[in-house]
């Protein structure tokens, strides 16, 4: 079935540094991905997605880079702020349709001050 | 920020006592929705609604079934709750043509709790 890798699990960085988290897909027909955050007890916020007609977009400090061919995206975040501690789902939509998403297991983003 | 609405926030029920939980959406979304997420995962989509076209996971428990009576609503029932179907259930909308999937849009979540 479709499957989803994240890494890391936990991702702790000083703040005003970088953070990388990376996914992988497995289902060549997805062309869909989101970037969620999710702050404790609270409902996943989109944050960023992309399509696989591009290869990378940016909004402001967050950026997200696609490889189809590798099966891989990245979420990248500059300059990290304490409130970007949070847990981040990637996903992807299974089969390339409108059904649904499958979700990687979550990054724990600390943001050391 | 009412665009997605779930209640009820947090649902007690006993062993085996049926549940239902409700969302509601004013973005006149033609997509509905629900993910299971249990403690530390990620969300589990669970079936979701094509217009009036019920469209169930292959891992669905029979336990959970959903109706959507109209475009506005959309209702998970769990038909026998048990200590492990505890978890936030997520109700989620999208407004998709044809085949592609656009953005997902969230609710709060229900949080429920099994004794």
């Known amino acids: 079935g479709e499957n989803v890798e994240q890494h890391p699990s936990t991702l702790s960085v000083q703040e005003g540094d970088s953070a990388v988290i990376k996914c992988t897909y497995s289902d060549s027909a997805s062309n869909y991905f989101p970037w969620y955050k999710q702050e404790l007890g609270k409902r996943p916020q989109l944050i960023i997605d992309i399509r696989s007609n591009v290869g990378e977009k940016k909004d402001q400090r967050i950026a997200v880079t696609l490889n189809k061919t590798a099966k891989h995206f990245s979420l990248h975040i500059t300059e990290t702020q304490p409130e970007d501690s949070a847990v981040y789902f990637c996903a992807a939509n299974f089969g390339g349709g409108a059904d649904g998403l499958t979700f990687g297991k979550g990054t724990h983003l600390i943001i050391q001050p | 920020d009412a665009m997605v609405i779930q209640n009820p926030r947090y649902q007690v029920t006993q062993f085996g006592k049926p549940v239902t939980l409700s969302c509601s959406q004013t973005?006149?979304?033609?997509?509905m929705y629900w993910y299971q997420q249990k403690s530390s995962q990620a969300p589990k989509l669970l079936f979701h609604?094509?217009?009036?076209?019920?469209?169930n996971e292959a891992d669905t428990p029979d336990n959970f079934q959903s109706r959507r009576p109209n475009t506005s609503f959309c209702f998970l029932d769990i038909r026998s709750p048990g200590l492990g179907d505890a978890a936030m259930y997520l109700c989620?909308?999208?407004?998709?043509?044809?085949?592609?999937?656009?953005?997902?849009?969230f609710g709060p979540g229900t949080r429920l709790l099994v004794l």
């Open positions: 609604y094509y217009d009036k076209d019920f469209n």
């Open positions: 989620a909308t999208s407004r998709n043509a044809a085949s592609a999937q656009e953005t997902q849009y």
């Open positions: 973005l006149n979304h033609n997509v």
